[in-house]
């Protein structure tokens, strides 16, 4: 599998021992969780927005407020899409040798806004599917005045890199010090569905959610 473009910042990155390249392991990560930050800078100061992402490919989208005056300048503009999981606490034997166990991904790109409605209400439609299978068709139809107030926006990756660690402490040195040490892993699940109140909430819950939230994963 080929890498994505190599530039002299990734080039940098790509020294680090636990960064990765390959477009599958960006992607497991990019699909992994559903909340991403979003950094680009306007007027020469930063911005680092929380949004849900989803992908496509190569292609990763996301969406905001129509009228978010940070969103109208975003067009056309390098951004950073950021991802990241954590996975557990290493615990080592000093203080210097504790980290996590996480998973992360960074990618870039030059933002695109969505122009036509049809093309916008499609995205809509797959993102909402992406995180909840076949859930779109029973939803009331969105209505013109809420496609006007949301913008989808996209980006081709251009570069990226994904690190990760999956490890106990790595304190070889230190393990006759009599202290526990270990990893105390952390995970970040769907809990048991809490229905909304009012003349339907005796509903079942869908096949297609229970399944989600069986499976333990975000989407």
Known sequence: MTDFP??????IRRMHARGMHEHAA???VLDASPLCHVGYVIDGEAYVTPTLHWRDGNRVYWHGSAASRFLRQVPGQRVCLTVSLMDGYVLARSAFNHSVNYRSAMVFGRANVMTDPD??????RHMVDD??????NSLRPMTA???KATSVLWMDIE?????????PPGDPEDQDHAVWAGV???TTTMGAAQPASGPHQDLPLPPELAEL????HLR
């Open 184 to 186: 105390l892993p952390t």
């Open 119 to 124: 093309d916008t209400a499609a995205a809509l």
């Open 131 to 136: 995180l909840f299978p076949g859930r779109w």
């Open 26 to 28: 960006v992607h497991a």
């Open 145 to 147: 005045q809420e496609l």
């Open 159 to 167: 570069e990226a890199s994904v690190k990760t660690r999956d490890a």
């Open 6 to 11: 190599v530039t002299e910042r990734s080039r």
């Open 213 to 216: 939230i069986a499976s333990g």
